[in-house]
């Protein structure tokens, strides 16, 4: 079936053609993420759509990954953090009023429809039980259990960018206190990154991207690759504190495969090498022979062709 799915970012919307049969995108395109109130953004988003799709013959059914908690049926999106001034928002019903070229919208969480991207097509192929982990803007999460997402009681299972590590820690979006997202969410952990850089003055390449205000998770990356010792340790540190909030996971659910994809783990071992460390000091003991932290393989399309497999759920 050619489909097609809508990935919703905070920084950036992918849509793309599909064939659902082998994962393929046969056409996409992306856009930046208007922040608008959610009725606007829908229509904004229904334009995107019209262009993106323009010449192609498509099924009458649209698949949207969107980022945040969703009620029980996937129809409301309730306060995405990097979505300022939304609340319970329909959003399903919205999309369908300014598309109604679609005769159904089928609407779930980024990270689960990421997921099910990664358990067809992806590292996590023929694996009953795995989480997705996707560092982005935000840090999003989707459970892959006895192969299927596991929704939990209101459908908001998976959000692992919330898991706390430091209770007296710094500030999430979402309103508490240490949650992972708060370290490795895009925007905190470049904050967090040039707080440091500016009380401790290393010598660093990083310098004149730090004092401008303009450094971006890919320049730390490049310039670790390069051997810059400060951009070395951040992105170890940041993989320390992946690691511990995976073993949190991996102690309360018995799962032993972690897939992260996105951010910072683009950088690979130089963040995969710590957060492997930590996840297996901080298991049980019996655990720590089979636990696995590996990347994500389909990369930034995992959201589009999840959303389009949703639409076939």
Not at 176 to 184: F, N, P, Q, R, T
Not at 207 to 233: K, Q, V, W
Request: proline share 4%; with cysteine; charged share 20%.
């Amino acid at each position: 079936m050619i489909t097609v799915g809508v990935d919703i970012g905070g920084t950036s919307i992918k849509i793309g053609v599909v064939d659902t049969s082998n994962g393929s995108i046969l056409q996409s395109t992306s856009f930046p993420t208007p922040h608008s109130p959610a009725r606007n953004f829908a229509q904004s988003l229904a334009e995107f759509v019209r262009i993106a799709i323009r010449g192609r013959e498509v099924s009458p059914v649209i698949g949207i990954g969107v980022p945040g908690a969703m009620n029980a049926d996937r129809t409301l999106v309730r306060n995405p953090p990097n979505f300022p001034g939304w609340k319970e928002e329909p959003l399903a019903a919205y999309i369908r009023e300014a598309l109604p070229e679609f005769a159904t919208v089928v609407m779930d969480n980024d990270a689960k429809v990421a997921t099910l991207a990664e358990a067809r097509f992806g590292a996590g192929r023929g694996e009953s039980h795995f989480l997705l982990i996707t560092l982005g803007t935000g840090v999003g999460g989707g459970i892959w259990a006895d192969n299927a997402i596991f929704r939990g009681a209101t459908g908001g299972a998976g959000e692992f960018g919330h898991v706390t590590i430091d209770g007296n820690g710094d500030l999430c979006g979402c309103g508490a206190k240490g949650c992972i997202e708060a370290y490795l969410g895009r925007s905190y952990f470049i904050s967090r990154s040039r707080r440091r850089y500016l009380d401790e003055r290393p010598d660093t390449l990083l310098a004149e991207l730090f004092d401008s205000n303009t450094c971006e998770p890919e320049d730390i990356a490049r310039f670790a690759a390069a051997g810059d010792e400060f951009s070395r340790t951040v992105l170890a540190e940041a993989g320390v504190m992946l690691g511990i909030a995976c073993a949190s996971v991996a102690k309360l659910l018995d799962i032993s495969l972690f897939i992260v994809g996105g951010g910072i783990a683009q950088a690979g071992d130089l963040v995969f090498a710590s957060a492997r460390s930590a996840l297996r000091s901080n298991v049980f003991a019996h655990q720590r022979d089979v636990v696995r932290l590996v990347p994500a393989m389909l990369g930034p399309s995992a959201g589009v062709i999840g959303a389009a497999l949703i639409t076939a759920e």
